[in-house]
């Protein structure tokens, strides 16, 4: 399932590149290697394709991924309206650990390139959150 997904985030973010000019893949494949589950692996792959891509085509290939992956990557995708601190809560409150470690290394990955201020804050805030929360 892991090439598959690759495969997919590959596609889904083709073109794409964060605020330092690096393609967005990257960030998926850094998210991915911080990770040891396959399963988990595979949800870092796919992390941000609902929030990123439109492509139809795509989306409907990620809805037929098996159902713990599709699960993780639906609930790691912030809702229309939802503030960032009721997404992280909605993720610890699910219980499912693949979600809550892929979103760890997300931040993780995240933090390692903001500058110091008010998005860098909010990650780390909301990676101890996670931390203390989210393991067990």
Do not use: W
């Not at 998210?31 to 396959?38: A, N, R, S, Y």
């Not at 693949?98 to 993780?108: C, P």
């Amino acid at each position: 399932m892991n090439d598959a997904a690759k495969d997919l985030a590959h596609r889904a973010h083709a073109g794409q590149t964060r605020k330092n000019g690096e393609p967005y893949f990257n960030h998926a494949e850094r998210v991915m290697q911080q990770l040891d589950d396959p399963t988990a692996q595979a949800v870092a792959y796919l992390h941000d394709v609902l929030e990123d891509c439109e492509d139809p085509m795509i989306l409907e290939e990620l809805n037929r991924c098996p159902e713990p992956i599709l699960t993780a990557v639906k609930l790691l995708t912030c809702a229309p309206g939802e503030t960032y601190f009721d997404f992280i809560h909605r993720v610890l409150a699910s219980g499912k650990q693949t979600a809550i470690a892929v979103k760890m290394a997300d931040l993780k990955d995240n933090l390692r390139d903001l500058e110091e201020g008010h998005q860098k804050d909010k990650y780390r805030f909301a990676l101890e959150l996670l931390e203390r929360r989210g393991v067990g």
